[in-house]
Nanobody, 121 residues
Framework: QVQLVESGGGLVEAGGSLRLSCAAS????????MGWYRRAPGKQRELVAS???????MYADSVKGRFTISRDNAKNTVYLQMVSLKPEDTAVYYC???????????????WGQGTQVTVSS
């Protein structure tokens, strides 16, 4: 089994910063891409940012220049540094990892439980 545990969400004023963390644990052989998604009230889930095992990154247009994704392969952890936060960034943020797991589980996507980010105006 593989678990993803997120931390770092909270309430912040517009213009403020937060850092999200997501640690993967369990029977992991290797982790391919890792990423962050978010779901705002009344909206569909959207990809915020992703990073490959080699460190290549991509971002949604709405967060470019404000969010930075990074990962520590030794710790199986992905981070999302968010600055200049806006009220429209308010959402539940979910961590995602494409994991090659042991014990015959193969390669599949795993999700964290979600962490709430609220940006007040």
């Amino acid at each position: 089994q593989v678990q993803l545990v997120e931390s770092g969400g909270g309430l912040v004023e517009a213009g403020g910063s937060l850092r999200l963390s997501c640690a993967a644990s369990g029977s992991i052989i290797s982790i391919n891409a890792m990423g962050w998604y978010r779901r705002a009230p009344g909206k569909q889930r959207e990809l915020v940012a992703s990073v490959t095992r080699g460190g290549s990154t991509m971002y949604a247009d709405s967060v470019k220049g404000r969010f930075t994704i990074s990962r520590d392969n030794a710790k199986n952890t992905v981070y999302l540094q968010m600055v200049s936060l806006k009220p429209e960034d308010t959402a539940v943020y979910y961590c995602n990892a494409n994991v090659w797991a042991a014990q015959g589980a193969g390669v599949r996507d795993y999700w964290g439980q979600g962490t709430q980010v609220t940006v007040s105006s």
